[in-house]
């Protein structure tokens, strides 16, 4: 059966902490009204000419791009990701501030039911902009926004995608399905170096 993607859900970001090539996630946290998810994958490539002719090319990812546009976003949950201050209310950023790495989740939901649930691991953003218009005769809605990077892990991983409609009957990857967002997930229980931290090594 034919599906497109449709729709956007369950954002969520979870703390990363690295120590060398030891690695750790807290557990996810919501941001609630997410409105849009751009995830553009970064990509290096090279190119070997001989006899005229090209003769190696290679590519791969190193990495990616990510904007999260969101109705509304809340000051504590924005100091806990770009590193300002928050306090009661108050919230202030310094130019000393530094982005805090953390793991981004989403769902990715599809036309025939089916959805994607997808992670960035090693995200670093920052708020876009603090925009706003002047009410006038009609109402326009302005959101705020997250932008940065997505980097490698100490063991190369940069995300992971898990498919609703290709899980079947496999009991362990339905149980990563109901999970997904209470801890971080990776494509084997066996990884060696970084679990979630409900998990040991």
Request: aromatic share 8%; charged share 25%.
């Amino acid at each position: 059966m034919s599906k497109k993607g449709i729709g956007i859900r369950f954002l969520h970001y979870a703390p990363l902490i690295l120590e060398g090539d030891t690695y750790t996630f807290g557990t996810p946290k919501r941001l609630k009204d997410v409105e849009e998810v751009t995830a553009q994958d970064t990509i290096v490539e090279g190119s070997n000419y001989a006899d005229n002719m090209q003769n190696i090319y290679v590519s791969k990812i190193s990495g990616a791009t990510l904007t999260l546009a969101i109705s509304n976003l809340d000051p504590e949950a924005e100091a806990d990701i770009t590193g300002c201050s928050y306090s009661s209310g108050e919230i202030e950023t310094k130019s000393s501030d530094l982005p805090n790495a953390v793991a981004i989740l989403y769902q990715k939901t599809y036309s025939d039911g089916s959805y994607a649930n997808i992670i960035y691991y090693n995200c670093s953003l920052r708020r876009q902009d603090s925009n706003g218009k002047t009410e006038g005769e009609n109402i326009e809605f302005t959101g705020d926004a997250l932008t940065g990077k997505a980097s490698p892990l100490p063991d190369e991983k940069i995300k992971y995608v898990i498919y609703s409609d290709k899980v079947g009957n496999n009991t362990e990857l339905q149980k990563k399905l109901v999970n997904f967002f209470k801890e971080v997930q990776f494509i084997s229980d066996t990884a060696t170096v970084g679990e979630s931290e409900n998990q040991t090594t």
